[in-house]
């Protein structure tokens, strides 16, 4: 039981790039989410998901694309990178949408 | 915006009980006080929660003041692993109402 995994561990893109921010879970979890954490501040939702093939936006989603087609993962696209996207993502899941969150262990982004 | 006040840092001596204030007022009355912790740059870890009444497990206890206004979480026997930063969270049903503010960086010292 791996918990909840990210990959990359770290990523280094140039504005304009694209990439994606892998998360995947082997607790069956129905609930999955992306925060971002900037330096001094506490982590912001980006997008979560209540079930596969439901998503939905959170605090801050622009610039960031979401799906879940299957319960385990739930990647994170940036399809154009910019230097404010520069932060730490962190995906986090739970057993259903009110239960507690586990977290993976980051992806530590720099947009040059 | 974080619905909850914590101080942004606190020291305990290694083997003390380490007691985290968080003030949240406007808390309503469907609305859990949460708590997690992040250890350095970990992703958070889940500790405890609550709605009314107090609760214990294996890692803290939370205590809740009767009129829900404010809590303290307690690390009985705290170690040096323990240093962290703590969040506070106050959310209702869903999980995407969780907002996270700063927290208090807890330093535990031998």
């Known amino acids: 039981n791996a918990g909840v995994t990210q990959t990359p561990k770290f990523q280094v893109l140039k504005t304009g790039q694209s990439m994606t921010l892998q998360c995947a879970q082997d607790m069956n979890h129905e609930y999955m989410s992306w925060y971002r954490q900037d330096p001094g501040m506490g982590l912001r939702l980006i997008h979560y998901?209540?079930?596969?093939?439901?998503?939905d936006q959170g605090e801050v989603p622009n610039g960031y694309n979401v799906s879940r087609s299957t319960t385990e993962d739930f990647p994170l696209r940036l399809l154009s990178a910019a230097p404010s996207q520069t932060s730490v993502y962190f995906c986090a899941s739970s057993y259903r949408y009110n239960s507690p969150l586990h977290f993976g262990n980051g992806t530590r982004l720099t947009v040059t | 915006d974080a619905k909850t006040t914590q101080p942004p840092s606190m020291d305990c001596a290694e083997g003390r009980a380490a007691n985290l204030p968080c003030n949240h007022s406007?808390?309503?009355?469907?609305?859990?006080v949460y708590w997690y912790r992040q250890i350095h740059s970990q992703g958070p870890q889940y500790i405890i929660h609550g709605l009314k009444n107090n609760e214990t497990n294996e890692m803290a206890s939370l205590i809740i003041t009767e009129d829900r206004k404010s809590s303290t979480l307690i690390l009985p026997h705290a170690t040096l692993r323990d240093t962290a930063v703590y969040y506070c969270?106050?959310?209702?049903?869903?999980?995407?109402?969780?907002?996270f503010g700063a927290g208090t960086r807890l330093t535990v010292k031998p």
């Open positions: 969270i106050v959310k209702g049903v869903n999980n995407n109402d969780m907002r």
């Open positions: 406007t808390i309503s009355g469907n609305e859990y």
């Open positions: 998901s209540v079930g596969a093939g439901i998503t």
